[in-house]
């Protein structure tokens, strides 16, 4: 299960809406080993497609210099689909690389940049198979543990 707070749940549904018709994404890190989502980061969509997301290079390996350098890695890694439903495509399945990662999907088909909901959906994608899983959302995550 993922658990998203309210605040990182409200920005991942808003640059998706912000960014359509355009594909948003994005990452959330968090400290390596915890499963929690805690630091948002935007990126852009190197492709600047409606049907397809690309990290910016340059901009991936300044993120994952970040990461390592504050001993994070990318709980979730998200994007939208702007005309389809939130459910991982096969280029999507193939560029899934972070088999401990949360692969969210937000479909902004049915309202665009609109007022509206959306359809917020998230997977773990391994070897390939894809596996829905239930997400969260609460107002605060948990206080860490220190021991």
Do not use: W
Not at 57 to 82: F, G, I, K, W
Not at 115 to 133: A, N, Q
Request: hydrophobic share 35%; aromatic share 6%.
């Amino acid at each position: 299960m993922l658990t998203l707070d309210r605040a990182t749940y409200d920005a991942i549904v808003a640059h998706a809406k912000r960014d359509h018709p355009v594909e948003a994404c994005g990452v959330v890190a968090g400290p390596a080993g915890s499963d929690r989502a805690e630091r948002l980061v935007e990126m852009v969509n190197a492709a600047g497609s409606p049907t397809f997301y690309e990290f910016d290079s340059t901009d991936l390996l300044q993120l994952y210099r970040q990461m390592d350098a504050a001993d994070e890695e990318p709980v979730v890694v998200y994007h939208s689909h702007t005309a389809t439903e939130a459910y991982p495509s096969r280029t999507d399945i193939g560029l899934a690389m972070e088999p401990g990662a949360h692969y969210v999907l937000v479909s902004t088909r049915e309202h665009g940049n609109n007022d509206g909901p959306v359809e917020f959906r998230s997977y773990k994608i391994v070897d390939g198979e894809v596996t829905e899983e239930e997400v969260a959302v609460v107002e605060h995550l948990p206080t860490r543990s220190t021991t």
